[in-house]
Each structure stands twice: as C-alpha cells, then as structure tokens.
C-alpha cells in the first residue's frame, strides 16, 4: 500500500513537472567571468524575460568564460549550432565583418547607453547580408574604453615602439599607425600577456581592469574616452525556423534598440565607476589630454576611417552613405561624440 501510494505521488510529481518543463531550451554562451555585470545585470535579466514572455516554454541557459569555446570562435559556434545564441566581438575576426567595424572607429560613440540602442538599429538591415547565416539579434557594448599602460600614456608618441593589446582590429591598425606593435589576444587573455611582458599597454574600458585583473599591472591610463568595442549577440538560424511563430516572436521582441541599450546599461554604469577606483588608488596615474593633445589623438586616428571607407568600397559599398547613417543614428540618440 505505502509502495503504491509512493509510486504515485513520483508519478504525479514526474507529470507535473513535464508540464512545467521548458519546451525550448537555449545555450547562451560568452567569455567573460559569470560574475561580468554584462551576465548579472544584462543576459539573466534578459533570459528571465524571455522565460516569462512565453509562459515558460523557452528557458535560457548560460554557459561564461569560455566554457564552450574561445572568445573568438563564437561566431561560428552560433552559426554550426554548437551553441543557441552567440556572445561575439567581431573585431576578434578582422576582416570579416568590415560593415560592422564602422562602429570601431575611435571618438564615435559619447555612451554605451542609447549608442548600441542607435547601432542595433542602423546595423539590422547591413546584418541579413554581412552575418545571413545567423539571425543578429543586438549590439552591445560598454562605457568608453582607453589606453591603459605600463609607463606613462599622454600623447600618440608614447605608443610608438610599444606592444599593445588590443581591444579590436581596428584599435590593432590604429596601434601600427602609432610605431606600436600589436599582440590581438581577447579581454580574457589579456592578464597573461601583460604578466609575461609579452605586451606594455592593453585597451579595456575602466571596470574590466578589475574583472580580468590588471589592475596591478598597468598603472598608467589615458584619461580619455577614445573607442568602443563592439559586441553582439546572434541566434543559431535553424533553432530559430524549428520554433513556433509564437516564441520567435518572442525573441524577436527582446532583439531590439531597447533591449541592447537595457542589456549594456549595468555594464556601461560599472566600467564608468571603474574609472573613479582607479583615480582613488594612489597607485594609479590617469594622464589627461588637454584640448591640443586630444586634437593629436583624432589627426593621428583619422587614417583610420579612410583605410575604412577604402575597404567598403572594394567590396562595392557607398562608406559614406554607411559611415553617415550611423552618425545620424547616434545623433538621433545623443550618443555621438563628434562635433
């Protein structure tokens, strides 16, 4: 009888728990630690939202810190289905997506806020051509980022005949112009190079000298906001066409310029704060450009946009055109840093 009656209430329980049960299950995977304020405030907000926006059936599991692939292969893993949806930073692949990199130019975007909520927007439709074999679904990215060194960092001129890591291809590029060389690892490599003193400077926003600890190792920082680092996020085609009208909606409505500048607020916010510990440790110098240097920093970067535009037009694009509606989308937003 006790037997019975305890097969049935594990019957029941088995039963309920089935209908309860996710219907889709996603992987999530990225690269930074699972502790990033990008996870904490930005990807389990965003899972959760989604699990309540269809009623539980799809459930979102995430995978940090290079659980289930490098940093710079996620892009691929995305699109092989290896994972579901794809954290990627483009500028790890130079080359490959040079519509893109327009967002990596230095002095464009004044916030991480409404900035990726105005590139969502202005790279959605160039996306269904340069990643169609993924479905893009947002941009992110964080506060400003800067040099960060071993020795004093002020004008181009202290870059020159150093080693740099950089944050992207085209920050790479820019580290060539200035005599420097460049050693491309990801954020998350970057600690064991600096140690080894395979590289003197690094390029990181603020916060992200805590979280990939180097913080005791540069101690030098160009207090100046100069580049964003672009990242996104991508879905893996094929579990997207298997999903009902229904729950793709529901992705689709958490793919847009609201969700991206949602996802990188905490992050944005966190990396700002950064700046002010490091300006509150005695260990640290921030060097900050007056009007005439910063003036150094945008001639010697301006190259930059004129290698961009020659690659776009290779490839049979208007850069102009391209260059020009993503200034007018950050303007829309007041979230572009030019004049």
Not at 70 to 79: E, K, T
Not at 117 to 146: I, Q
Not at 272 to 294: C, S
Not at 320 to 332: C, F, H, R, V
């Amino acid at each position: 009888m006790y037997t019975r009656l305890v097969s049935a209430i594990a019957i029941a329980v088995g039963t309920a728990h089935a209908v309860h049960a996710a219907e889709i299950e996603l992987t999530l995977s990225h690269w930074v630690p699972g502790t990033h304020p990008l996870q904490v405030t930005g990807m389990e907000p965003w899972a959760e939202s989604i699990k309540q926006a269809s009623n539980g059936r799809i459930e979102i599991t995430i995978y940090p810190a290079q659980q289930l692939g490098a940093a710079a292969d996620h892009y691929d893993m995305a699109r092989d289905g290896i994972v579901d949806i794809g954290f990627i930073n483009p500028g790890y692949q130079p080359g490959r997506f040079p519509i893109l990199a327009a967002a990596e130019l230095p002095f464009l975007f004044e916030n991480a806020k409404a900035g990726v909520a105005a590139l969502t927007e202005w790279y959605k439709p160039y996306s269904e051509t340069e990643m169609a074999d993924t479905y893009f679904c947002m941009a992110l990215s964080h506060d400003p980022g800067t040099f960060h060194s071993t020795s004093k960092i002020l004008v181009p001129e202290d870059v020159k005949g150093k080693t740099v890591r950089p944050a992207n291809a085209t920050e790479a590029r820019f580290v060539n112009l200035l005599g420097g060389a460049s050693v491309q690892v990801s954020a998350a490599e970057s600690r064991e190079v600096l140690a080894k003193g395979a590289a003197d400077m690094t390029q990181s926003p603020w916060e992200s000298l805590y979280i990939f600890g180097v913080d005791s190792i540069v101690t030098h920082h160009l207090d100046m906001p100069l580049y964003a680092s672009i990242n996104a996020f991508i879905f893996n085609k094929a579990k997207l066409e298997i999903m009902s009208e229904e729950d793709r909606q529901v992705i689709y409505d958490h793919c847009t310029p609201e969700w991206a500048e949602k996802m990188s607020s905490g992050w944005a916010d966190a990396e700002a704060a950064g700046r002010d510990k490091i300006a509150a440790d005695p260990k640290h110098t921030l060097w900050k450009p007056n009007e005439e240097q910063v003036q150094m920093w945008k001639d010697a970067a301006a190259p930059l946009t004129d290698e961009w535009k020659e690659t776009i037009r290779k490839a049979g694009g208007d850069p102009d055109e391209m260059l020009n509606g993503l200034i007018e989308a950050l303007k829309a937003r007041n979230s572009y840093a030019g004049e």
